[in-house]
């Protein structure tokens, strides 16, 4: 197992010397404008996956796959005259998903946005589907129009009201 230090600094560098050969240019017309955007180099410095993207449509990102197939081994030997290691890495191109991920993020939020403002004109014309206050109200309670003392809340009943519960008799329910 090799230092991560050092499998970091080996990626840096493979990085390096694979855009700058990309940057000078492949003889195959197939390759695209491909960009490098990360490299990782295993633990035992054996083998390494460069993360590319490709500039163009579906037809030029598969194009471009295919040539840097085709200069793998051109670009590990590359790879092998400039790193100072025993062995040279095999080299493995990877298409990074990072723009069409960023797009799908995108989407997504402008959808949110689109919805909250949806949201935000119905509530703004919104009226209430019952009371304005839905919470229930102490009742007045008013013995003179018949009211039950059981039904009083208990805040509205007096000292007489409050003697009268105690007559009552056991078969008498009263609901508090």
Same mark, same amino acid.
């Not at 163009?56 to 081994?73: F, H, I, P, Q």
């Not at 991920?101 to 949110?112: F, G, Q, S, T, V």
């Not at 000292?159 to 609901?175: A, G, H, R």
């Given at each position: 197992?090799?230092? *991560?230090?050092?499998?970091?600094?080996?990626?840096?560098?493979?990085?390096?010397?694979?855009?700058?050969?990309?940057?000078?240019?492949?003889?195959? *017309?197939?390759?695209?404008?491909? +960009?490098?955007?990360?490299?990782?180099? +295993? &633990?035992?410095?054996?083998?390494?996956?460069?993360?590319?993207?490709?500039?163009?449509?579906?037809?030029?990102?598969?194009?471009?796959?295919? =040539?840097?197939?085709?200069? +793998?081994?051109?670009?590990?030997?590359?790879?092998?005259?400039?790193?100072?290691?025993?062995?040279?890495?095999?080299?493995?191109?990877?298409?990074?998903?990072? *723009?069409?991920?960023?797009?799908?993020?995108? =989407?997504?939020?402008?959808?949110?946005?689109?919805?909250?403002?949806?949201?935000?004109?119905?509530?703004?014309?919104?009226?209430?589907?019952?009371?304005?206050? *839905?919470?229930?109200?102490?009742?007045?309670?008013?013995?003179?129009? &018949?009211?039950?003392?059981?039904?009083?809340?208990?805040?509205?009943?007096?000292?007489?009201?409050?003697?009268?519960?105690?007559?009552?008799?056991?078969?008498?329910?009263?609901?508090?």
């Amino acid at each position: 197992m090799a230092d *991560p230090a050092r499998a970091r600094k080996m990626a840096d560098r493979i990085k390096e010397i694979v855009a700058r050969r990309l940057d000078k240019g492949l003889r195959d *017309p197939r390759l695209g404008f491909v +960009t490098i955007t990360d490299v990782r180099v +295993t &633990g035992d410095l054996q083998h390494a996956s460069i993360f590319y993207t490709v500039y163009g449509t579906d037809e030029e990102r598969r194009d471009s796959a295919l =040539a840097l197939k085709a200069a +793998t081994g051109m670009l590990r030997t590359e790879v092998g005259r400039n790193i100072t290691a025993r062995l040279t890495p095999s080299l493995e191109f990877i298409l990074d998903a990072i *723009p069409e991920n960023a797009d799908h993020i995108a =989407a997504l939020l402008r959808e949110a946005r689109a919805r909250d403002a949806e949201t935000e004109a119905a509530a703004s014309t919104a009226e209430y589907a019952g009371d304005a206050d *839905p919470y229930v109200k102490s009742r007045e309670f008013d013995e003179d129009e &018949g009211g039950d003392l059981a039904d009083a809340p208990a805040e509205d009943r007096t000292e007489d009201d409050v003697d009268d519960l105690d007559d009552l008799d056991e078969d008498d329910t009263v609901v508090l």
